[in-house]
Nanobody, 118 residues
Framework: QVQLVESGGGLVQAGGSLRLSCEVSGGTVSRYTMGWFRQAPGKDREFVSA????????MYHDSVKGRFTISRDDAKNTVYLQMNSLKPEDTAVYYCTADLDGVGYDYWGQGTQVTVSS
């Protein structure tokens, strides 16, 4: 059973930075598509970023391009989301997710709250 545990959320002022971590057990991150999604109050969950398989190809939502960076440490089986130049509109619960077989995101973490004050 694949399990994902996020950490690193918190309260930060606009313009600040945070790094989210997603530690994975029961699976190998380098084999999967690993993604980050977020959900703000009253809004649908939205895609933020992903890193794909052994090649490590990365994807970003337009709203975070140039500010967020997704990365992976295969030795630690952990995925990171470095978030710089944070804006109040980045405030949300951030979720780590894994797509094991290319069909869809099968596993989700519990989420970590990110709050950006203006």
């Amino acid at each position: 059973q694949v399990q994902l545990v996020e950490s690193g959320g918190g309260l930060v002022q606009a313009g600040g930075s945070l790094r989210l971590s997603c530690e994975v057990s029961g699976g190998t991150v380098s084999r999967y598509t690993m993604g980050w999604f977020r959900q703000a109050p009253g809004k649908d969950r939205e895609f933020v970023s992903a890193i794909i398989g052994s090649g490590g190809y990365t994807m970003y939502h337009d709203s975070v391009k140039g500010r967020f960076t997704i990365s992976r440490d295969d030795a630690k089986n952990t995925v990171y989301l470095q978030m710089n130049s944070l804006k109040p509109e980045d405030t949300a619960v951030y979720y780590c997710t894994a797509d094991l077989d290319g069909v869809g995101y099968d596993y989700w973490g519990q989420g970590t709250q990110v709050t950006v004050s203006s």
